[in-house]
């Protein structure tokens, strides 16, 4: 067992001296809380196979043979969700994956439905895979919760979309979909030919209220073809390393997977490749740690806002260590990062960012410490005393 109390000891001072850009996009004196980093020290494990590789001088290109059986045990055990690791393609990201699936399995000008408001590189990856996106809109409930619109979906599959990105878990409203919810997914995704993409790579960071449900496993009992991107990127902190895996979720997929170039498997970090493989094999008891860091930080957040700005509304994400916040009533238009940064030199992710819908939302990343947590809170409560002042 890995105390979760590890997590509340980086320093901002330490934290500052990192070279991501996360740390070096604004300026010494903004605290931020945009890009989806994490501010953890490296799981030991992960840390030790590098530094290994290091030390005998294992910088090569990758051919990472150990990798897919590593995660196909992790998928077994988290998810319970079997794959044969010869389905398993790697590439150098998880938005790598996507654009160059999309190459073999849709024709350019093919229509490709999305979930607004969703993770920005969404948009601009569809326009580098030259296909047409289709916005089919989350629902947005009352208290702040969004879901899928099943009705909304088979209107877009109906009228003639050919690929689905589908983003399970969330980002940014932290929703873990319920199977039943996949599985109808699952359903129309069959009866229209859709081919499903699902980007999974928040998956290891559904908290144990809302389990996670890898799509393939609705896709096979329908009959839907479909594909996961998934990575140790975001529950390990490991983006900067450049690997990710495609799973395909049946032999059809994965013959067409097979079509892309050898050189996209080459492209991958051969680092990211190593810390990956440890990551899925050896970094579940710290991955429990953080899941139990993130669980308590997500609700420490609910406090914190109340207690000092009690006019944002946040639904807690089942997912992600992305907050969501509602910031309209704050009156400080539709773009309030803009004033968090100026007035309260805190890096926020503009709600717009993620689509029209996000005017007046912001995006927190609270992966991190619960002292630079009441600094990002406290930082958001002087820009909103200062915008008071103003008006
Ligand atoms: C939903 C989602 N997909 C993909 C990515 C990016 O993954 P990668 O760096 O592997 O392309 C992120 C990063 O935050 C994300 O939130």
Known sequence: MIDPEIFDRPTHAELATRRSTKWTLFGPDVVPAFVAELDVDLAEPIARALHD????????????????????????????????????????????GVVEALRVLVQPGDAVAINTPVYAPFYTSLEEARVRRVDVPLVRRDDGTYDLDLEGLEAAFAGGVRAYLLCNPHNPVGRAFARATLDAVADLAARYDVVVLSDEIHAPLAYASNPHTAFATCAQRYGARALALVSASKAWNLAGLKCALIVAGDAGVARTLATMPKEVRFRTGHLGAIAATAAFSEGGAWLDALRKHLDRNRHYLTELLSEHIPNISYAIPEATYLAWLDCRELGLGDRPATAFLRDGRVALSAGTDFGAAGAGFVRLNFGTTRAMLREIVARMACAVQAAGIAS
């Open 53 to 96: 590789a290091i030390a005998r001088g294992d910088t090569g290109y990758a051919n990472p043979v150990d990798l897919p059986g590593a995660y196909a045990r992790f998928a077994r055990e988290r998810f319970a969700w079997e794959i044969d690791p010869r389905a398993i393609s790697v590439v150098p990201d998880v938005m790598v």
